[in-house]
Structure formats: C-alpha cells, structure tokens
C-alpha cells in the first residue's frame, strides 16, 4: 500500500473517543443501586420465613431474642402434631388440590382446544368473556358463590370449595394460545392416520403442551394450598378444614399464643410447597420459561 494510500485511510478512519467519566460513574452508580435494592428486597423476603425457622427450632424462651448458642429442638413440631388434627388437614388439603387441577386441565383443555382450532357462531365474544373473568376477583363473587353451593346442599364438604375454581380462565387462555403454536400439519397426519377430534387432541396437543401443564399445575397447585377465605367461609368442622383453615385456628387467641409452636405449625403447612420448590427448582423455572411465563 502506497504512503497516499495509508495517509487517506489514517485520515478517514473515525477516532473512537472514550466514553465520558461521568457515564461510567452513573452505570456504576446505577448498577450499585439495583444491586443494593435486589439485597434489600430479598432480605425482606427472607427474614420472616428465617424468623420462622429460628423460632420453630428453639425453645420458647428464644422466641424473641437470638442467641448463637440457644438449644434445638424439636418439641415444638411434636407439641403442634399433637394439638391439632394436621394429618386430618394434610389430607383434605390434598384431595382439594387434587380435584380443583384435575377439574381445571379437563375442562381447560377441552374449551382451549374448542378456542384454538374450530370455528364457531360466537366464539370470540365467548373467548372474550373467558377472559373478563381474569379481571374479576373472586372474592366479589363469594356471596353468590355461597347461595348457590347453599342451594346445592354441599356446605362444608370438600366439592363445596373445590366448585368454584374448576374452570379457570387463566388456564384456558394459557392453553389456547399453546394450542395455537402447534402446526395443523400435525393434526392432518394424525387424522389420515384415522384419529378422530379427541384422538388428535389426546396424542398429539396435549403430549406437546406438556411444559405447559407443568407451569399451570405449579401455579394452581400453590395457590389453592394457600387459599384461605372461600374454605374459611364453607367449612365448619374438622373433617373438611383444609391447612390454612386449621392453622388459622390453631393460632387463635383460645390455644394461647405460644410463637415457638406457632411457627412449627406454619413450617408444618408449608413445608411440601418449600421442600417441592427447593427440589424442583430448575424444572420449575423451565417449565415457566417454555410455556411462555415470563
């Protein structure tokens, strides 16, 4: 290359100026300061649940003050066990959740499929409706609720708080729209092979939605083993209490307020929900991240 050639070249090369202090100090700055905001928020999420296990493992004497060398036990745990019917609770709990999702993927999947792939009179405005409800809270329809499971005679049973969240339009709409995403090409091959409307939809929508049932199950599951208002309103023996319900109770003023064997209660009826989610971790965020929750 000739000395003209490199002197016009060095003349129109662009000259990279470094980035001002300022800049640098504000994203550092800015860096600084989420990173300090994330702490504070994670602490604040963490402390009452460390307070809980403090407490839950020591005597009731080191409810209130921390000391480094203060006695485990586990008399708390046994003395909540033994004062409250939690087996009862743990019970009722799980056929609750478990009715309320098998409810809810059967009827979901059902109308999620009618919403993605037929076309009918009407079918958007009744999609729209579908989703109007996710604009509802159910605690305004808790009243009516009640006059219709009164009407059914089912007060104080376990379909009586089960009933009212066995279509959910949160888990139609999440499953229209992963039927949506599927190729009809799919469905074509299926129906040459001879399945018919259910056939497609059982071997080949539901096998490729199921990321999909896996995030909605965890969503579903954990919320209603908190649920704690419509169960409280319906239920008024120990036979069809659920854990929010009976640990609401066993922590009533008449039981006497003893935090040690109130907080091994709470461990107690939280514990699944913890020890699942510090298991599954990871298959958890993938599911989320697979079925398009973000």
Known sequence: MSESAQLTRALVRPIASPAP?????????????????????????????LYAVWTAFHPS?????????????LENFRAAWAAAPFPRYFLNTSILV????????????????????????GRDIAFALVLIQLMIMPDVLVVENYRSIHALGLVDTIPAMALPYMASAFGIFLLRQTFKTIPRELEEAARIEGCGTLGILWRVYVPLAKPTYLAYAL????????????????????????????????????????????????LLASGPLLIAFLLFQRQFVQSFLRAGIR
């Not at 700055?29 to 702490?39: E, K, P, V």
């Not at 478990?98 to 009179?121: D, E, K, M, W």
């Not at 919320?223 to 008024?236: G, K, M, S």
């Open 21 to 49: 202090s300022g800049l640098l100090a504000d994203g550092r700055i800015d860096r600084l300061l989420n990173t300090t905001g994330a702490w504070a928020l994670g602490i604040l999420w963490l402390a009452p649940l």
């Open 219 to 266: 969503v579903s599951v954990s919320h209603h083993w908190n649920n704690f208002l419509w169960p409280l309103i319906v239920t008024n023996t120990v036979e069809t209490r659920p854990l929010t319900v009976g640990l609401a109770v066993f922590a009533g003023t008449d039981q006497g307020i003893d935090w040690a064997i109130i907080t091994a209660a709470t």
């Open 98 to 121: 478990a009715t309320i999702l098998a409810g809810q993927l059967v009827l979901g999947t059902l109308a999620a499929y009618a919403f993605a792939r037929f076309s009918f009179p």
């Open 61 to 73: 004497a080191y409810s209130t003050r921390f000391d480094l060398f203060a006695p485990l036990t």
